[in-house]
């Protein structure tokens, strides 16, 4: 039973080729986030949505975009992909931003930018 | 601000071995504390977390963590090593405000046969 959902798995774009990534989740949380994990590293959080609330990190560059139409899904853009932007993507949910709720994680998009 | 260190990049044991995974905090309030896995080209996994209450936690697949406010550490223990258990492991950090969720740098675990 998949709880968070991530599309698709691998993608594959041009220097500068807009990309969209998708999450979507069945768990009805109300905060979902996006982080971005280069090899060999730690997740970095991008920005995170707490309802319809947006909380962008304040290093996330503006290359990164977010949107989330509704309680269920979550989009990643990259306007224009550079060579460093390759990463996996991962999108990670939980009920709330207590310190105390745990954040599901979906299973990651792997970007590579060419 | 929150930050975590996780004491050696690569970690080595024996199958059947003690693990022993180093993880050290620092938090200018009290912090909850939660330890993750992630299989390769897979999501992060919850393992455990501590959330101020007992403070020797139990969590999936016999791993465990004792929260020691003294030493600022939260250092994660199995008993005994299965292959299985082969993976990247995470230390993480929030305080008990919800902000600021800080990941360790993590540390690979080899389980030799």
């Known amino acids: 039973d998949a709880m968070v959902i991530q599309n698709p798995r691998y993608q594959v774009t041009q220097f500068g080729k807009p990309v969209t990534l998708s999450c979507s989740q069945t768990l009805n949380h109300n905060v979902m986030y996006w982080y971005q994990q280069k090899s060999s590293q730690a997740p970095k959080l991008l920005f995170h949505?707490?309802?319809?609330?947006?909380?962008n990190e304040a290093d996330t560059p503006d290359n990164f975009q977010s949107r989330r139409p509704n309680t269920s899904f979550c989009f990643l853009d990259i306007r224009s992909p550079g060579l460093g932007d390759a990463a996996m993507y991962l999108c990670?949910?939980?009920?709330?931003?207590?310190?105390?709720?745990?954040?599901?994680f979906g299973p990651g998009t792997r970007l590579t930018v060419l | 601000a929150q930050s975590v260190t996780q004491l050696g990049s690569h970690v080595s044991v024996s199958e059947g071995a003690l693990v022993l995974l180093r993880c050290n905090y620092s938090s200018s309030v009290p912090p909850y504390l939660f330890w993750y896995v992630q299989y390769p080209n897979q999501g992060l996994q919850l393992l455990l977390k501590y959330t101020s209450a007992a403070t020797l936690v139990k969590g999936i697949n016999g791993f465990e963590a004792e929260f020691k406010k003294s030493e600022t550490s939260f250092h994660l223990t199995k008993p005994s090593a299965h292959m299985s258990d082969a993976a990247e492991y995470f230390c993480?950090?929030?305080?008990?405000?919800?902000?600021?969720?800080?990941f360790g740098p993590g540390t690979r675990l080899s389980v030799l046969p």
């Open positions: 993480a950090v929030i305080n008990n405000y919800g902000q600021n969720f800080v």
């Open positions: 949505y707490y309802d319809k609330d947006f909380n």
């Open positions: 990670a949910t939980s009920r709330d931003r207590a310190g105390t709720d745990t954040q599901y």
